[in-house]
């Protein structure tokens, strides 16, 4: 393989949490100590960071290929600088047998450029009654285990799944949203709700959700991720579950720090995310709980949607936005707006959710894998949708001032995107 040498870079490393001017080595798909190189990498003072662990992408592999396949989302993700996908079970059939992983695993590692861990469903058929074979799934190559956006209502069968995926030191992922509260909901309550005449939830189904999957933590011990908070009520339960030495860690998405509850404007379906955007207010104190460590994980939650499931009435069209390809440019925004440094936001997007999941990348480190992004962070440009990788183009981006490019994505040492 071929020995590289990146020169004139601005190293980014969130593991140190230094932003300096330097050199790498890579050799067979790992970094090095300096040598001789084969290739020599001009980065043009432009920022060289470990690649993005992205945690919640969805691909519709398999059920609904004609939304997004492993090919089409591992070209936008190594696009987009993501360098590893962890992928979502709520396909259609679910992935909640070994057979179903290991369809959805080959066909990964034929279709993609980027890495794919797959995520299996804790219950079968993501419905809530019956825990799904977590010891055999992790055997096949399950990473973590979740419902998705179907919250698991009978707390019994929850325990269950929790006690056992303790045993197993497997990762729970759960979406925090009380699902009486929430059903039918497509905004957040307020003002702006009313006056649209939307259906709404208020921010305290979030807190209520965590609340209860904190004490059966405390119950059974496991290993827990919170795939997204996104209000302020629920950031006191979390700092206190952290603080009493539970095993939880949190996430949110790159739209709920980047957008808010106007946004939707006029019916704007590219806009409907689930949960739902929320005011600036809860915006600004996530962002806040980024900048400081509460919340250790920021993702694309990449949800694809064809252009029939969304050119609806906004509480008839479907939720979710695609984010692999945007997700550097809308994070820098929160860099620009100086609410974080680089280091402090590569924390969230690489160290952070590769240490989460046992990985060994999302680090500058000698003998950690070559998995990097090479950006330009204030390149201005303009987002066309129909210029995106993926099949979908549902992205609330469309048309927005944007700054942030990708120059160049290397997979284990090989360039899967940029000049070659």
């Not at 980065?43 to 997004?68: F, N, Q, T």
């Not at 070209?75 to 679910?94: E, F, H």
């Not at 009486?180 to 003002?191: F, R, Y």
Request: with cysteine.
């Amino acid at each position: 393989m071929t020995t590289l040498h990146f020169t004139n870079a601005r190293l980014i490393d969130p593991e140190q949490g230094t932003d300096t001017v330097g050199e790498l080595w890579v050799s067979e798909g790992r970094i090095c100590a300096p040598g001789t190189a084969d290739k020599q990498i001009d980065c043009r003072g432009k920022c060289l960071a470990p690649g993005i662990v992205d945690i919640g992408v969805k691909v519709c592999e398999p059920g609904d290929r004609h939304k997004e396949s492993y090919a089409s989302a591992g070209r936008a993700a190594a696009a987009g600088g993501v360098t590893t996908m962890v992928t979502r079970p709520d396909t259609n059939p679910p992935i909640d047998t070994p057979e179903t992983l290991e369809f959805v695993t080959r066909r990964a590692q034929a279709d993609s450029v980027v890495h794919v861990l797959p995520m299996a469903a804790l219950t079968k058929g993501r419905a809530g009654t019956e825990m799904t074979e977590i010891g055999f799934l992790m055997d096949a190559g399950a990473v973590a285990f979740t419902d998705c956006d179907h919250v698991v209502t009978d707390t019994k069968v929850l325990s269950r799944a929790l006690t056992y995926a303790k045993s197993c030191g497997a990762l729970v992922i759960g979406h925090i949203q009380e699902p009486g509260l929430s059903k039918g909901a497509c905004a957040s309550s307020g003002k702006f709700a009313s006056l649209r005449g939307l259906p709404a939830v208020s921010p305290m189904a979030e807190r209520m959700g965590l609340d209860r999957d904190i004490a059966l933590l405390e119950m059974t011990g496991a290993r827990y991720h919170v795939d997204q908070i996104t209000t302020a009520r629920a950031l006191p339960a979390l700092e206190r579950a952290k603080g009493n030495g539970i095993d939880i860690t949190a996430g949110t998405s790159i739209h709920h720090l980047t957008l808010n509850a106007f946004d939707v404007a006029d019916y704007r379906t590219f806009f409907k995310l689930k949960p739902p955007l929320r005011d600036e207010d809860d915006r600004l104190a996530v962002v806040e709980a980024v900048a400081s460590g509460l919340i250790d994980v920021i993702s694309s939650m990449h949800t694809p949607q064809d252009e029939e499931s969304k050119r609806l009435p906004f509480e008839e069209a479907a939720a979710g936005a695609v984010a692999l390809e945007t997700l550097l440019p809308a994070a820098m925004r929160l860099v620009h707006g100086g609410y974080m440094d680089l280091p402090t936001l590569w924390r969230a997007l690489s160290v952070n959710p590769a240490r989460r999941l046992g990985l060994d990348t999302g680090r500058l480190t000698e003998g950690a894998p070559a998995d990097l992004v090479l950006f330009d962070p204030d390149a201005p440009f303009q987002l066309n949708r129909f210029n995106l990788q993926s099949k979908s183009k549902n992205t609330p981006f469309d048309d927005a001032r944007m700054q942030g490019k990708v120059l160049g994505t290397w997979v284990s040492g090989a360039r899967v995107f940029g000049d070659t």
